[in-house]
């Protein structure tokens, strides 16, 4: 059945670097724009970042600018996100889902928009 699959999470010290991995199946990833979110503790869930099914345009939340790489590689149906100078508050559980319409324009990733959730891989930022 068409799912994606979230890995690559850990346990990191401050500063230091993850790259999660977004596994499609069931559906080819190249027609659709990835996001990827995250859940704190005792947060919301909120938009980290965002790749266009096209052009190859990306999106980033002020929080993941500078910091944050997201790519994706079709002939492997997969999306990355690369994490760089990790700090605490980036400690939560990373989802990555498709966007709803195919080609979709990227943006602030909401919810809404996207569907086909992973199940999420953690991260966790600790001395």
């Known amino acids: 059945q068409l799912q994606l699959v979230e890995s690559g999470g850990g346990l990191v010290q401050p500063g230091g670097s993850l790259r999660l991995s977004c596994a499609a199946s069931g559906f080819s990833l190249e027609s659709y724009a990835i996001g990827w979110f995250r859940r704190a503790p005792g947060k919301d869930l909120e938009g980290v970042s965002s790749?266009?099914?096209?052009?190859?345009?990306?999106y980033y939340a002020d929080f993941a600018k500078g910091r944050f790489t997201i790519s994706r590689d079709n002939a492997k149906n997969t999306a990355y996100l690369q994490m760089s100078n990790l700090n605490v508050e980036d400690t939560a559980v990373y989802y990555c889902a498709k966007s709803v319409h195919p080609f979709a324009r990227i943006g602030l990733p909401r919810a809404n928009d996207y569907d086909s959730w992973g199940q999420g891989t953690q991260v966790t930022v600790s001395a």
């Open positions: 790749i266009s099914s096209t052009d190859g345009s990306s």
